[in-house]
């Protein structure tokens, strides 16, 4: 799970299908190349990340060389095993970890050689933030919540009002903006989020595990509606996710594996003959064949 920064460095901006239909006639996955420059213009970028840690004289390698490119609009999915690294990539791609060597690129900025508060502005300003557990602020109400990071952004109260109401419209939750979020159910709360996460007009949203602290139905509720905001909002989303009842929400779908990025293709919701006798499981990577 992506660790939260402290607060002395916080700036936040913030179809069901079947398990086996999912993982059927997945093609070859094959290595993410660099991007190139020729390429539509990607919104964030990474290029030869590596990121390292050391424990008890043990050093583990994360990430070995991540390339990847994520055009605008497009919602593209994290996957694979538990600990693999893909909540350290969202952390570096979000400006909370930095990389040991290689490149992040927002807009085409690199961050190289960005200082830390020059870092905690773009986080704020052009990263909008979804977590498992929601992270809203206990004993605010849902419209005060979406407005935190408005005012972290020095804009009015009225005008972070203003905004804020349009955006618990935008995820249905108008009746709701004075509710203590404590009182909220965890889509409602979830909604809440993705406001939050839109208000300060991000150029990217980067979501941990979005639908893990929701039920089936709940969460294709919440992916549809985050895939109607990406539209509306013209936002870009990198998600990591073990749910594999959401992936057909993803426009591509890379499997994080040895600190290697490897793209396993488009949505599984484009998976042909998902009665196929032998599968791929996107989160394992492993071939799976029907007992005889």
Do not use: W
């Given at each position: 799970m992506v660790q939260l920064p402290t607060s002395s460095s916080l700036a936040p901006s913030s179809v069901a299908v079947s398990a086996g239909a999912l993982t059927d006639s997945v093609p070859t996955p094959v290595l993410v190349p660099s991007?190139?420059?020729?390429?539509?213009?990607?919104?964030?970028?990474?290029?030869?990340?590596?990121?390292?840690?050391?424990?008890?004289?043990?050093?583990?390698?994360?990430?070995?060389?991540?390339?990847?490119?994520?055009?605008?609009?497009?919602?593209?999915?994290?996957?694979?095993?538990?600990?693999?690294?893909?909540?350290?990539?969202?952390?570096?791609?979000g400006c909370i970890l930095s990389p040991d060597a290689g490149e992040i690129r927002i807009l085409g900025k690199s961050l190289t050689r960005t200082s830390a508060d020059e870092r905690g502005l773009l986080r704020r300003d052009q990263i909008g933030f979804v977590f498992q557990r929601f992270h809203l602020i206990r004993g605010l109400s849902a419209l005060e919540n979406v407005c935190v990071p408005l005012t972290l952004q020095g804009q009015s109260a009225t005008r972070a009002r203003r905004r804020g109401l349009e955006l618990l419209d935008a995820v249905g939750l108008t009746a709701q903006?004075?509710?203590?979020?404590?009182?909220?159910?965890?889509?409602?709360?979830?909604?809440?989020?993705?406001?939050?996460?839109?208000?300060?007009?991000?150029?990217?949203?980067?979501?941990?595990?979005?639908?893990?602290?929701?039920?089936?139905?709940?969460?294709?509720?919440?992916?549809?509606?985050?895939?109607?905001?990406?539209?509306?909002?013209?936002?870009?989303?990198?998600?990591?996710?073990?749910?594999?009842?959401?992936?057909?929400?993803?426009?591509?779908?890379?499997?994080?594996?040895?600190?290697?990025?490897?793209?396993?293709?488009?949505?599984?919701?484009?998976?042909?003959?998902?009665?196929?006798n032998h599968s791929t499981n996107l989160l394992t990577g492993k071939t799976a064949h029907p007992e005889r």
């Open positions: 991007p190139s420059p020729s390429a539509t213009p990607a919104v964030i970028e990474a290029l030869d990340v590596r990121k390292q840690f050391s424990r008890g004289g043990t050093t583990t390698h994360v990430l070995a060389g991540v390339n990847l490119s994520v055009p605008q609009g497009e919602c593209a999915f994290l996957v694979g095993p538990s600990g693999c690294g893909k909540s350290t990539l969202l952390s570096i791609l903006a004075h509710a203590d979020t404590r009182k909220l159910s965890h889509g409602q709360s979830q909604r809440v989020a993705l406001a939050r996460a839109l208000a300060n007009d991000p150029a990217v949203i980067l979501a941990d595990e979005p639908t893990a602290a929701l039920d089936q139905e709940t969460g294709h509720q919440v992916m549809e509606l985050l895939r109607q905001l990406l539209v509306d909002f013209q936002k870009t989303a990198v998600i990591v996710t073990h749910d594999n009842r959401i992936f057909p929400y993803a426009d591509r779908i890379l499997r994080l594996e040895e600190g290697v990025l490897r793209e396993v293709g488009p949505s599984g919701a484009d998976s042909p003959n998902p009665g196929a």
